[in-house]
């Protein structure tokens, strides 16, 4: 990140963790508001009608393996379970971004400069040829 480009681009990682905190915040808010139409449609017994593939499922399937996602009136909670999972995934990653970024500026000193410093070793390959003579 260049010196002149580090204003903008903390600023940008703000932005993009205040959205993060604002979409999980929202997810979560009408997770807890259907928390009662999500226990009542997870009934096993509910999903025994899976319209149009109860023609053609074994009656065993149809009657023990659980398949929420065949319902339109859960999957909309699924989904919303899945975005408020990575959004906090995403907002974490933006916050390690902001911390490397600030310890930059603290310390004048970005992190692949502080291991070329104190020599540190990677797991790079070195050869050294010998010749026997």
């Not at 963790?17 to 509910?46: A, D, K």
């Not at 109860?54 to 659980?66: D, E, K, S, V």
Request: charged share 15%.
């Amino acid at each position: 990140m260049g010196a002149k480009n580090q204003k903008y681009f903390i600023l940008y990682l703000l932005y993009v963790h205040f959205g993060e905190v604002f979409s999980i915040l929202l997810g979560c808010s009408y997770i807890y508001q259907r928390r009662g139409i999500i226990m009542e449609n997870t009934f096993p017994v509910y999903f025994r009608e899976i319209e149009p593939l109860n023609h053609y499922l074994p009656l065993w399937f149809q009657n023990h393996i659980f398949v929420p996602l065949f319902d339109s009136s859960i999957l909309l909670e699924v989904l919303t379970i899945i975005e408020v999972f990575f959004s906090l995934l995403f907002s974490v990653f933006v916050l390690f971004l902001l911390y490397d970024q600030f310890n930059t500026i603290r310390y004048d000193l970005t992190y692949v400069e502080y291991l070329k410093s104190y020599r540190v070793h990677t797991m790079e390959v070195h050869i050294s040829i010998t010749t026997d003579s």
